[in-house]
C-alpha cells in the first residue's frame, strides 16, 4: 500500500515552511507549492494523493486551482483551507470536489486527521475501480461455456 503523500499549498511562505517541517517530523511526504499555477506544475511531475489548498491566493485563487486539479487530476482529493471562510466559499469548494474543508489557523493533528481520512476515500475508490476492471475482465460461467 502506497504511503499518504501530501501537498500543501498557500501563498503565505512562513505557514508552508512551518507545516512542512512539523508534518515530516510525522513522518509525513510533504510538497509544498506557494501558488494554483506552482501546485498543478508539481502534480505533473510526481505523484500527490491529497492536496490542502488555500481557498485565498493572489492569481489563481483555490476554487480555480480546484477546478484545475479535479480536470487534470481527478483522483488527487482537495481539502480547502481558508483563514477568510465563509459559507458560499465552502459551498462553492465542495461542490467543485473538495473532500473537506478547515479553518486557519488549523490545528496540525486536524490537517493529518482530514488528510488522513481523504487518502483511505481515495484508497477506496481506486480499490472499487480494480474490482470493476476485474470484472470487465473475467468472465462469467455462462460466457466460458459459450465460446468452448
Same mark, same amino acid.
Given at each position: 500500500?502506497?504511503?499518504?503523500? $501530501? ?8 505557514f508552508l515552511?512551518?507545516?512542512? %517541517?512539523?508534518?515530516? %517530523? ?17 502534480? =505533473? ?6 492536496? @490542502?489548498?488555500?481557498? %485565498? ?9 480546484? =477546478? ?10 482537495? @481539502?480547502? $483551507?481558508?483563514?477568510?471562510? *465563509? ?8 461542490? *467543485? ?5 478547515l479553518m486557519k ?5 486536524? @490537517? ?8 483511505? =476515500?481515495? @484508497? ?5 475501480? =480494480? ?14 461455456? %459459450?465460446?468452448?
Amino acid at each position: 500500500m502506497d504511503k499518504l503523500k $501530501l501537498m500543501i499549498v498557500d501563498d503565505e511562505e512562513r505557514f508552508l515552511a512551518t507545516t512542512q %517541517k512539523l508534518l515530516q %517530523k510525522k513522518g509525513v511526504d510533504v510538497v509544498t507549492a506557494s501558488s494554483g499555477a506552482e501546485a498543478l506544475e508539481k502534480l =505533473r511531475g510526481q505523484s500527490v494523493h491529497v492536496v @490542502i489548498l488555500d481557498v %485565498k491566493m493572489p492569481g489563481m485563487d483555490g476554487v480555480a486551482t480546484l =477546478r484545475e486539479i479535479k480536470r487534470q487530476f481527478p483522483m488527487v482529493e482537495v @481539502i480547502m $483551507l481558508t483563514g477568510h471562510a *465563509t459559507v458560499e466559499s465552502a459551498v462553492e469548494g465542495l461542490k *467543485t470536489g473538495a473532500v473537506d474543508y478547515l479553518m486557519k489557523p488549523a490545528d496540525l493533528d486536524q @490537517i493529518l486527521e482530514k488528510a488522513n481520512d481523504a487518502f483511505s =476515500r481515495r @484508497i477506496g475508490i481506486e480499490e472499487k475501480i =480494480r474490482v470493476a476492471r476485474m470484472r470487465g475482465l473475467m468472465k462469467t460461467p455462462r460466457e466460458i461455456l %459459450k465460446n468452448t
